[in-house]
């Protein structure tokens, strides 16, 4: 299957930009989705296809693309952005389109 | 307003079977595609199995392919997920999650916008 590669952790001081990247060779065919969760909880979506933003997500959040990797930044971050994030794209390895999600990478916010 | 709500989860010996449930409200549940998503304790999420609108396509992870099948009832608004011949590294909280592109078939993108709670499924002797 395919494999999307973050970071396991990056750091940001409060009111700062931070970036989070996903590398994968699917992305070069496919867009990819971000969901931000936080300890004990349901992943929740964050950012979807070119740079949507669902209902409800603050506007600090976007999101970007280009070659193998996709990028979501979070423009002047807060304390309640401390949480892991995933990407997710399409699987492009098999025989059929399934689904795969990035490592994760954790965001603390100093 | 959505919601998402997973039971059946438990212990259960290696090697025997277990069926999650979703219960589905707040939107028209037959209108959407429907994934089960799973994390192991203290890891990522790893996608699981995917089931049309209608119930006609299913797809699933190479690692559960074999031994878990997905399956909805439109009428009671619920998705299900059998596991067979489970294995230790089964264990893991069970999401169940929306596609947010309802019966589109969206290939160039993913959409999982609406998530439950999820239930812990523990597989040991």
């Known amino acids: 299957s395919s494999e999307l590669t973050q970071d396991p952790a990056v750091s940001v001081a409060l009111g700062q930009t931070v970036r989070i990247t996903c590398q994968g060779d699917?992305?070069?065919?496919?867009?990819a989705s971000w969901y931000q969760q936080k300890p004990g909880q349901a992943p929740v979506l964050v950012i979807y296809g070119k740079n949507n933003r669902p209902s409800g997500i603050p506007d600090r959040f976007s999101g970007s693309s280009s070659g193998n990797t996709a990028s979501l930044t979070i423009t002047g971050a807060q304390a309640e952005d401390e949480a892991d994030y995933y990407c997710n794209s399409r699987d492009s390895s098999g025989n059929h389109l399934g689904y795969v999600f990035g490592t994760g990478t954790k965001v603390t916010v100093l | 307003q959505v919601q998402l709500v997973e039971s059946g989860g438990g212990v259960v010996q290696p090697g025997r079977s277990l069926r999650l449930s979703c219960a589905a409200s707040?939107?028209?549940?037959?209108?959407?595609?429907m994934h089960w998503v799973r994390q192991a304790p203290g890891k990522g999420l790893e996608w699981v199995a995917v089931i049309s609108y209608d119930g006609s396509n299913k797809y699933y992870a190479d690692s559960v392919k074999g031994r878990f099948t997905i399956s909805r009832d439109n009428s009671k608004n619920t998705l299900y997920l059998q596991m067979n011949s489970l294995r230790a590294e089964d264990t893991a909280v069970y999401y169940c999650a929306r596609d947010g592109f309802g019966i589109v078939v969206v290939v160039a993108a993913t959409l999982f916008d609406y998530w439950g709670q999820g239930t812990l499924v523990t597989v040991s002797s």
């Open positions: 699917s992305l070069r065919s496919y867009y």
């Open positions: 707040g939107f028209t549940f037959s209108s959407y595609a």
